[in-house]
């Protein structure tokens, strides 16, 4: 793995850093292929977005695309994560006056995931943990991400990659690190998420590319009911593009059900530099 | 600021700190006086419990009040934080099987506060900035905190020391850094805790030394009018102890209201070691 602190290659940040102390920051998580990072200006527009909400100075997007290019160096694939924070100091929860926001990039190696679930599909199951309706952070991808690790945490066999999880009103919100879409009628579903959920880029490319092809998508209040009944079911995120589900609470789902066009829109231009 | 970093004086963490990318962790906050921690079972107590619900391996209280007597080494008065995350590492959200907690000690100066608050109360603000309902996360002092740090941005001026904050549904939590009680009728009122905010070791302290005084305090769901309505009310935290309001949101309440017997004991058995 290969860090960048601030521009400097070091693989440590400040104690007093409010990332660490309060998540006072956010992140990104970026597929790089032929050595460069995928739907950049996208990742970078949520990225000013989420710091616009939280009051965070915006990062020069020139400065990280040439440290993100330092860190890839020669590498052809990978992941690169952005993580940006309001930086180190202030009274307690109250920022100094004057911040310096962290600036730190990391790359790894590309996750080893079986080659044939686009085709083959995915197990998911259901996670017990619920995420609380923040409307101040709703959507963002924030560094308070503590109910997704005790989500994760439920279930360590590889048999299921994902797991879904509702909110405390027991709507269908995501799985714990990708979005999720029902097939339902012709047209796509996917949960509102103004009150918790993370709005994935994925997500927002899924819904353009459906839209180009003639395959709408709703944005609404979902249950695991709507599961239940939908034709089909699949999970997005940067790195794995779409996953089709084969099954998820015993109900078994034919991954081919996903639109075949939509499938081969995403994987392709979802893996682009812009 | 003296800092250590799992027992060695470095102010630096791993970049790989899950504290730093999910938040996954827990801190306590103690005052430091005549050299030693106050309430340090307490903290302990609380400090263990959290770790036990994250399932995070516990820390040896002995290592740590060694670490933290290092860390205050001949000041007599300051502020002892401890930092508890599950260390480094893990494949995304999920830790990996043999985790090594961080422990982060760090030792600071006594935050400058008016001398006369306990006579002549505070100026407390309502906040807008709303505590989403987090059941798997509620009551405990975890490093998810960025509600607070938007609840605590809202306002700069010294004029007020403090802010309430509400949940989704318009109940009254708690303070930014405080929890929160009611004087009403003889009694004590204050938050339930059970959907969202932090379960103060101070606030507990308050309710067991009312009870022992002939005071008892009932947890419920508050609201602005509740408040409205108290007789008096006042905040409290391990740093501060008892701080009486003399105003919120236009109404004045009088200091003196807060029991003396109770503030006194308080402000006498909080601050010492065990």
């Known amino acids: 793995m290969v860090v960048l602190v601030n ?10 850093d409010r990332g660490l102390h309060y998540g006072d920051g956010l992140f990104e998580t970026l ?8 739907l950049w200006a996208r990742h970078m527009k949520r990225l000013l977005r989420g710091c616009n909400r939280l009051g965070i100075p915006e990062p020069n997007p020139e400065q990280l695309i040439e440290e993100g290019l330092k860190a890839i160096a020669r590498s052809s694939r990978g992941v690169l ?3 940006i924070t309001r930086g180190a100091g202030g009274r307690g929860y109250l920022p100094p006056a004057n911040v310096e926001a962290t ?6 190696a590309w996750p080893e995931y079986p080659s044939d679930l686009l085709s083959q599909g995915v197990r ?14 709703a959507g963002l991808k924030t560094l308070n991400r503590l109910e997704q690790v005790l989500a994760r945490s439920e279930w360590d066999s590889p048999e299921f990659l994902e797991g879904v999880v509702r909110d405390t009103a027991g709507r269908v919100i995501e799985g714990t690190m990708s979005n999720l879409f ?19 880029v994925m997500r927002e490319l899924i819904m353009e590319i459906g839209e180009s092809l003639g395959i709408s998508t709703t944005q609404e209040d ?25 099954e998820f609470m015993g109900v078994a789902y034919n991954p081919a059900v996903v639109p075949s ?14």
Chains 1, 2 share one sequence.
């Open 182 to 200: 029902l097939v339902a009628g012709g047209g796509l579903r996917t949960p509102d998420l103004s009150r918790c959920g993370i709005a994935g």
């Open 124 to 137: 998911v199951r259901l996670c017990e943990t619920r995420l609380g309706a923040t409307p101040s952070l």
């Open 261 to 274: 066009p939509l499938v081969t829109a995403v994987m392709d231009r979802g893996f682009r530099f812009d």
């Open 222 to 246: 979902l249950t695991l009911d709507d599961i239940r009944q939908a034709d089909g079911m699949f999970l997005s995120n940067s790195l794995i593009g779409i996953w089709p589900v084969r």
């Open 31 to 38: 597929a790089v292929v032929e050595g460069r990072p995928c």
């Open 7 to 16: 521009g400097k290659f070091e693989p440590t940040v400040s104690v007093g």
């Open 103 to 108: 600036r730190i990039i990391q790359f790894s």
């Open 81 to 83: 994560k952005l993580i």
